[in-house]
Nanobody, 126 residues
């Protein structure tokens, strides 16, 4: 299974970006998909996730109302729509897949995820 994240870039505060994560291999529709981010000197943190069974989502408090996750099962792709970006959103963003057949809910711990993309840089200038 391979995850390819893209869409990062440099944007001014208040701007928007859309990240994409294309998944190859495996059965995409059975993965819980998540986005994490890691700023320099900080630990990787959960941003948002979406379940495979009923498209339920879970957001970190810091992005609730500004970020939206969606998935296109036909394209094996998950998206992260980021609006009203802030300088504190600057980080390397990773997509991840949790393939636990019995799990139905989005997990926030990195250890729950089996596969990771390479990361895409998001930089928000003030």
């Amino acid at each position: 299974v391979q995850l390819q994240a893209s869409g990062g870039g440099l944007v001014q505060a208040g701007g928007s970006l859309r990240l994409s994560c294309a998944v190859s291999g495996g059965t995409f529709t059975r993965y819980i998909m998540g986005w994490f981010r890691q700023a320099p000197g900080k630990e990787r943190e959960f941003v948002v996730g979406i379940s495979w069974s009923d498209d339920r989502t879970k957001y970190a408090d810091s992005v609730e109302g500004r970020f939206t996750i969606s998935r296109d099962n036909a394209m094996n792709t998950v998206y992260l729509h980021m609006n009203s970006l802030k300088p504190e959103d600057t980080a390397l963003y990773y997509c991840a897949a949790d393939f636990s057949p019995k799990r139905r809910t989005v997990q926030v711990l990195t250890t729950a995820y089996d596969y990771w993309g390479q990361g895409t840089q998001v930089t928000v200038s003030s």
